[in-house]
């Protein structure tokens, strides 16, 4: 069973459209959840942290559902340079484990 | 521009070479960690380290060996590697381990290396 499962995608979706993916994880335990993005060629960045009210960073919404097991990601109006892939990262566990990723979802923003 | 610079960008290597990937972290951070990218694949954690020590080789062949000769600096020595071994190899450094609260690991730009 994989640890963190996203829809690879792609997602082709007009500019100004509202775009949702989400992301399962396996481990109940898990303690800390997030959005990493990564553009072509280049390293992930974090996005955001994802907390168990849900939050918000201007167009990008985060929510977690522990129940289910899944996280969401939100993002409003979209950009152009939206365009990336998202990685999902849960944090098994805490302590020097390291975080586990998700293999991405490629998002692509068309004028 | 990226506080964590590896090197070398690009390397091609046959099965029978040594060769080493360099990683450095001008951030003050305490734990460095190695990460495998393959196509289609998600980042897998190779090695952690923290505070110099290593804590956690995640099964890992030995044919890679890590070194952390300080908090700032780490090494991926490559030997006798396999053509499944290519793959773009990322760096990352955090204050604490696993990111600590904020989970967040600054990633170098990666060395991608081509076994032939």
């Known amino acids: 069973r994989k640890e963190v499962e996203q829809d690879p995608g792609p997602f082709n979706v007009p500019e100004g459209a509202t775009v949702a993916f989400n992301c399962t994880y396996s481990?109940?335990?898990?303690?800390?959840f997030f959005w990493y993005r990564q553009d072509c060629r280049k390293e992930p960045k974090l996005l955001m942290s994802?907390?168990?009210s849900g939050n918000e960073d201007g167009r990008f919404t985060a929510q977690l559902n522990r129940a289910s097991q899944y996280i969401s990601l939100l993002i409003r109006d979209s950009k152009l340079s939206d365009s990336a892939t998202y990685l999902c990262v849960v944090n098994p566990g805490g302590g020097a484990d390291g975080l586990t990723f998700g293999k991405g979802t490629h998002l692509i923003i068309q004028p | 521009e990226t506080g964590v610079t590896q090197t070398p960008r690009h390397l091609v290597m046959g099965m029978t070479n040594k060769k080493s990937l360099k990683c450095e972290q001008h951030?003050?951070?305490?734990?460095m960690y190695w990460y495998k990218q393959s196509a289609k694949k998600p980042l897998e954690l190779m090695f952690v380290?923290?505070?110099?020590?290593?804590?956690e080789n995640n099964s890992v062949p030995s044919r890679f060996s890590p070194e952390c000769p300080n908090s700032s600096h780490l090494f991926l020595h490559l030997h006798t590697l396999q053509p499944e071994d290519s793959a773009l190899y990322l760096c990352?450094?955090?204050?604490?381990?696993?990111?600590?609260?904020?989970?967040?690991?600054?990633f170098g730009e990666g060395s991608r290396l081509t076994v032939l």
């Open positions: 951030l003050g951070h305490n734990a």
């Open positions: 994802v907390y168990s």
């Open positions: 481990n109940s335990a898990s303690q800390s």
């Open positions: 990352a450094s955090s204050q604490n381990p696993s990111g600590g609260n904020t989970g967040e690991l600054f």
């Open positions: 380290y923290n505070f110099k020590e290593q804590t």
